[in-house]
C-alpha cells in the first residue's frame, strides 16, 4: 500500500496547525505590548490635564483674592476721603504713599509696608487662603481750570493706584494687580 504524497513526514508536508503553534504567542504577546503603551501614555496624559487643571484654579483661586484686596483698597481710600483729604507721605503712615515710593515687586518690602485686607475681620478662608494685601498710592492731580474757585482747594480731579496682591492655595501661584482710582475733588 502506498501512502499518499500529502500525508508523508517532513518539514515540507507538516500539517497547518503544527507550523503555526509560536506565532500566535509572539503576536499575542506583540498586541499586549501594544496595549500597555497605550494605556500607561493615556494615564500619564490624564495626570498631566489633572495638574494643569489644579494650577489653573489655584491661579485663578489668588487673582479672586486680590480682586477682594482692591476692593477693599478702594473702600479704605474711600474711608480716609471722609474725613478730608489724606496727605500722602514717604512712609505711608497716613495710608497713602507718595507716588513712586513704594517697592511692590520687591518681596520684603511688600510683606513689611502693605497693608492687609481684614474686611470682615476674619480671613476669606480659614482653611486655605491668607488675606490680600494692598497699597495706595498717590499718582496725579488734574486741576480743572474751567470751574471758578468757590473753595480754598483747588477743583480736579486727584489720582489714586491701588497695588493689591494674594496668595493661593499654594505659595507658588500668586496674583498683583493695580487699579487707578479717581476722586474728584472741589
Not at 480671613?123 to 488675606?131: E, F, K, M, Q, S
Request: glycine fraction near 10%; charge should be positive; aromatic fraction near 8%.
Amino acid at each position: 500500500m502506498t501512502v499518499p504524497p500529502a500525508f508523508t513526514s517532513g518539514p515540507r508536508h507538516r500539517p497547518t496547525a503544527m507550523r503555526q503553534r509560536g506565532m500566535t504567542l509572539v503576536v499575542s504577546l506583540i498586541f499586549l505590548l501594544i496595549l500597555t503603551i497605550l494605556g500607561v501614555t493615556a494615564v500619564n496624559t490624564s495626570t498631566l490635564q489633572q495638574k494643569m487643571a489644579g494650577n489653573m484654579r489655584d491661579a485663578d483661586m489668588a487673582l479672586q483674592v486680590a480682586e477682594t484686596g482692591l476692593r477693599g483698597g478702594e473702600a479704605r481710600l474711600m474711608a480716609l476721603y471722609a474725613s478730608g483729604k489724606p496727605a500722602a507721605d514717604a512712609t505711608g503712615s497716613s495710608g497713602v504713599w507718595l507716588q513712586g515710593i513704594p517697592q511692590t515687586l520687591n518681596s520684603g518690602w511688600w510683606r513689611a509696608k502693605s497693608t492687609p485686607y481684614n474686611g470682615s475681620g476674619t480671613p476669606l478662608r480659614l482653611d486655605t487662603l491668607p488675606n490680600p494685601r494692598y497699597v495706595l498710592e498717590e499718582s496725579d492731580f488734574v486741576e480743572d481750570t474751567f470751574t471758578q474757585r468757590k473753595y480754598s482747594a483747588k477743583p480736579g480731579v486727584q489720582y489714586y493706584k491701588i497695588t493689591s496682591g494674594a496668595v493661593g492655595v499654594s505659595p507658588a501661584s500668586q496674583a498683583m494687580i493695580e487699579d487707578i482710582y479717581r476722586v474728584n475733588s472741589n
